[in-house]
């Protein structure tokens, strides 16, 4: 896929990269300035190398790399800029907070790096860390922060130098479900408060799907989708998009193990705790298809009409209509066990146990 030029204050890029005689990167971006990007693709297509050049930890074999009109990097001209030189924000995964250092003085690092006196540094790290509701953490060391604060704190860090570019790498990834909520809400939060272009490397189709502007697909060092969140899940293109285009994303209000939808019967939900509009995560085979009324323990169960029928290989794509649009997937020999066609009237069952609710 080839990008649209970029604009001249936004990030255009071109990174080609061998890492291996089996693995080549080829890929275009370009983004414009308060546009956030997901980079979103299976372990091993490409993305974390991406991070790795767009930061200056790995050099092009070809290509450039662009930001607001400066070159960071082209070999063909000769041109390479170390990292601590680009203006690029980061935050990994596993935050790479220095241990030694309290919160407060991780966020001041970045600032007196590029000159700002220690009582300078230190009160702009104590105003991100009052932004991010991390006030009373400012003498804490990385040990003695949950993976939650210590996340926030690497995201004050980033945003503390005023990067022109804002690279997130798997910011949530390794953060439990009820944390991995509340820090994408705060993510959000300052995203829209960000002016330069920004990277999300995510695989998981829910962070891009509520954080991203527009969505580039990455598999095997290419690009092999573009587009809007809705584009992607509603026009698939290869099996790994199809398989997260299956992914039922329900938004509704939960209530002591019911959930509320806006205009659909209500679903029932494991956890009764929650309360408030949550994100429920439904996924296709787990939903389950039945010429009569199932029995036994599903908690929601409902007739319905087939819309559509998608073969897909060994296995079967299903559209449900009302009053639950979902997409159910099912093995190729179910499907000719059940000789289901489009129009039919069956039963769908599907268990409270089965459906990843959060916070929305």
């Known amino acids: 896929m080839t990008a649209p030029n970029a604009p001249q204050a936004g990030l255009d890029a071109h990174l080609v990269v061998a ?3 089996e693995f080549r990167l080829d890929l275009e971006l370009a983004i414009a300035p308060g546009e956030t ?6 372990n091993g297509a490409g993305k974390t190398t991406a991070v790795s050049v767009l930061a200056g930890l790995v050099v092009l074999d070809e290509g450039h ?53 220690k009582r300078d540094a230190i009160r702009l790290a104590l105003d991100w860390l009052q932004r991010l509701d991390l ?40 953060l439990d479900v009820t944390t991995r909520a509340a820090l994408r809400r705060t993510l959000a939060d300052h995203l829209r408060g960000f002016r330069g272009p920004r990277l999300l490397i995510t695989h998981d189709p829910v962070d891009a799907y509520l954080l991203a502007d527009r969505v580039v697909v990455v598999e095997g060092g290419v690009a092999t ?10 026009r698939p293109r290869t099996p790994y998009t199809a398989d997260l285009a299956g992914v039922n994303l329900v938004v509704g209000v939960a209530r002591g193990g019911v959930v509320r939808l806006a205009e659909d019967p209500p679903m029932h939900i494991a956890d009764s705790s929650l309360a408030g509009e949550v994100l429920l995560t439904i996924h296709p085979r787990s939903i389950s298809l039945h010429w009569d009324r199932p029995g036994g323990s599903p908690r929601n169960t409902w007739m319905t009409t087939i819309s559509a029928v998608e073969p897909l290989g060994d296995r079967t794509r299903i559209q449900l209509g009302h009053p639950h649009r979902l997409t159910v997937e099912i093995t190729s020999t179910a499907h000719a066990d059940l000789g289901l066609r489009r129009g039919d009237t069956i039963w769908v069952a599907l268990k409270a146990t089965e459906i990843d609710a959060q916070p929305a």
Request: glycine content about 10%; proline content about 7%; aromatic content about 4%.
């Open 37 to 42: 990007v997901a980079l979103l693709g299976p």
């Open 225 to 234: 989708h573009g587009g809007t969140p809705d584009d992607i899940l509603r």
């Open 135 to 174: 006030a009373g953490l400012a003498g804490r060391r990385p040990d003695e922060l949950s993976g939650g604060e210590a996340q926030r704190v690497a995201l004050a860090r980033a945003l503390a130098i005023d990067p022109d570019l804002l690279l997130l790498d798997e910011p949530l990834a390794s």
């Open 65 to 117: 790399v662009r930001l607001s009109s400066r070159a960071l990097d082209d070999p063909g001209e000769g041109v390479f800029v170390r990292a601590e030189r680009r203006n690029v924000g980061v935050v990994f995964q596993d935050q790479v907070l220095f241990p030694h250092l309290t919160a407060a003085e991780n966020i001041a690092y970045g600032p007196r790096t590029r000159g700002a006196t």
């Open 19 to 21: 890492r291996s005689a």
